[in-house]
């Protein structure tokens, strides 16, 4: 059963606001065989806080990981793309800088299915994967990726370090959040890093969060969301150093941290901490108009679909990704609405769209059904799908975007 948190996720303070509240929702990678669609479906609330204390933003349900990344977790990193270029770029950029080689050791935390560490392994570099989900690991066993099935935590690490694991550099990506245990997770990294280790870990950033309105992104597997404020708070706290941070694009708006033993934060960790309490982002009142602009994308959303099934329109889901499974149920967007979703992933396929019960077909049938528009369900995504649906737009197929404001393209 889920439990509901009082106590921040990081500085343990009684301190929490919930400033926006989704309802009780399905589980968005909670994906439903045909069989189950006779079955009722778990539904957990989804409240969102900020902690006064430590400014961290965080869900107050936790759902046990077990049902989470079980055996039917669908999420393969190398279906899409733009995720995989990001990986092969991040390890080339790290091979150069921190001169790693065949007597170095990669680790990623969260290795999906090896669509990072297989950049490492192709240049010779020793890698070990650690990941609680079985498809996904066997996935990259097939690649020649070491992998074992675990979820990292502090015991986890004294189990490696045990067995003389060290490594040279940890990779945690979009994981940080997902994990019930912040802490643990945070004090196995400083124990399973070298002395002269640095830590690359990816983020969703919640300025961009807030800012956008990406409402979509909360969900059950996301109980953090971080600032450069909340993230050097969390590590200090077990001794480890926050020393510089990147901008990314990819999921939204996203932050690559690095973190070391030892090291002064550079002026990219000094800056952001400055624009940060510049926007007030260390106040509660900062996140308190988010529920406002939420509702606003919501209506919108639900207007221009209605208009458009009005006029005569069909239209279909693209991308049956788990913001996807928020943005439908939160907006009310069914059968009614959308003819089906389709996806790549071979795993989702021939399955149900949790809570909305839409069906989850592949991309080929769009070429045989025609829609007159697509619903970009992971928007973060949106030039690689529409370039993959490139023949959808050359018959006068029209795409739409739900983030940060829908728009018709």
Same mark, same amino acid.
Request: with cysteine; aromatic share 8%; charged share 25%.
């Given at each position: 059963?889920?439990?509901?948190?009082?106590?921040?996720?990081?500085?343990?303070?009684?301190?929490?606001?919930?400033?926006?509240?989704?309802?009780?929702?399905?589980?968005?990678?909670?994906?439903?065989?045909?069989?189950?669609?006779?079955?009722?479906?778990?539904?957990?609330?989804?409240?969102?806080?900020?902690?006064?204390?430590?400014?961290?933003?965080?869900?107050?349900?936790?759902?046990?990981?077990?049902?989470?990344?079980?055996?039917?977790?669908?999420? &393969?990193?190398?279906?899409?793309?733009?995720?995989?270029?990001?990986?092969?770029?991040?390890?080339?950029?790290?091979?150069?800088?921190?001169?790693?080689?065949?007597?170095?050791?990669?680790?990623?935390?969260?290795?999906?299915?090896?669509?990072?560490?297989?950049?490492?392994?192709?240049?010779?570099?020793?890698?070990?994967?650690?990941?609680?989900?079985?498809?996904?690991?066997?996935?990259?066993?097939?690649?020649?990726?070491?992998?074992?099935?675990?979820?990292?935590?502090?015991?986890?690490?004294?189990?490696?370090?045990?067995? =003389?694991?060290?490594?040279?550099?940890?990779?945690?990506?979009?994981?940080?959040?997902?994990?019930?245990?912040?802490?643990?997770?945070?004090?196995?990294?400083?124990?399973?890093?070298?002395?002269?280790?640095?830590?690359?870990?990816?983020?969703?950033?919640?300025?961009?969060?807030?800012?956008?309105?990406?409402?979509?992104?909360?969900?059950?597997?996301?109980?953090?969301?971080?600032?450069?404020?909340?993230?050097?708070?969390?590590?200090?706290?077990?001794?480890?150093?926050?020393?510089?941070?990147?901008?990314?694009?990819?999921?939204?708006?996203?932050?690559?941290? &690095?973190?070391?033993?030892? =090291?002064?934060?550079?002026?990219?960790?000094?800056?952001?901490?400055?624009?940060?309490?510049?926007?007030?982002?260390?106040?509660?009142?900062?996140?308190?108009?988010?529920?406002?602009?939420?509702?606003?994308?919501?209506?919108?959303?639900?207007?221009?679909?209605?208009?458009?099934?009005?006029?005569?329109?069909?239209?279909?889901?693209?991308?049956?990704?788990?913001?996807?499974?928020?943005?439908?149920?939160?907006?009310?967007?069914?059968?009614?609405?959308?003819?089906?979703?389709?996806?790549?992933?071979?795993?989702?396929?021939?399955?149900?769209?949790?809570?909305?019960?839409?069906?989850?077909?592949?991309?080929?049938?769009?070429?045989?059904?025609?829609?007159?528009?697509?619903?970009?369900?992971?928007?973060?995504?949106?030039?690689?799908?529409?370039?993959?649906?490139?023949?959808?737009?050359?018959?006068?197929?029209?795409?739409?975007?739900?983030?940060?404001?829908?728009?018709?393209?």
């Amino acid at each position: 059963m889920s439990r509901t948190e009082t106590l921040c996720r990081s500085c343990g303070a009684d301190t929490l606001d919930v400033f926006l509240s989704l309802g009780d929702l399905p589980l968005s990678d909670g994906f439903l065989t045909t069989e189950q669609l006779g079955e009722p479906e778990r539904r957990y609330p989804l409240d969102v806080a900020f902690c006064n204390r430590c400014t961290l933003v965080q869900i107050l349900e936790t759902v046990p990981p077990e049902e989470l990344f079980g055996a039917d977790y669908p999420y &393969f990193s190398s279906v899409s793309d733009t995720v995989v270029r990001n990986a092969e770029e991040n390890v080339a950029a790290r091979i150069e800088e921190l001169g790693l080689g065949p007597g170095s050791l990669a680790v990623e935390l969260a290795s999906n299915d090896g669509y990072l560490l297989q950049f490492y392994a192709r240049r010779g570099i020793p890698v070990l994967g650690i990941d609680p989900a079985p498809a996904p690991v066997a996935a990259a066993r097939e690649k020649g990726i070491d992998t074992r099935c675990a979820f990292f935590g502090l015991e986890y690490a004294r189990l490696l370090v045990a067995e =003389g694991v060290r490594a040279d550099v940890i990779h945690a990506n979009n994981v940080l959040a997902h994990v019930a245990d912040t802490n643990g997770f945070v004090a196995g990294i400083a124990l399973l890093l070298k002395p002269e280790g640095t830590a690359v870990i990816e983020v969703p950033y919640v300025r961009e969060l807030i800012e956008h309105g990406e409402f979509d992104t909360i969900y059950h597997e996301h109980l953090c969301y971080f600032s450069v404020t909340a993230l050097q708070a969390l590590f200090r706290r077990h001794g480890l150093e926050l020393v510089r941070v990147e901008p990314l694009p990819i999921h939204g708006g996203s932050l690559r941290i &690095f973190v070391r033993h030892r =090291g002064e934060p550079d002026d990219s960790v000094t800056r952001h901490l400055a624009e940060e309490r510049a926007r007030g982002m260390h106040e509660l009142a900062y996140y308190r108009q988010f529920a406002r602009k939420v509702q606003d994308i919501r209506d919108s959303l639900a207007r221009l679909l209605a208009d458009l099934k009005a006029s005569g329109a069909r239209i279909a889901g693209y991308g049956a990704a788990a913001k996807g499974t928020i943005l439908l149920n939160c907006v009310g967007i069914g059968p009614e609405t959308l003819d089906f979703v389709a996806d790549r992933n071979p795993f989702k396929q021939g399955r149900w769209i949790p809570g909305v019960r839409l069906p989850i077909v592949p991309p080929e049938r769009i070429r045989e059904s025609k829609p007159d528009y697509l619903l970009i369900l992971p928007w973060n995504f949106r030039d690689e799908i529409m370039a993959q649906q490139s023949e959808h737009a050359r018959r006068g197929g029209r795409f739409i975007v739900p983030i940060p404001t829908p728009t018709v393209i």
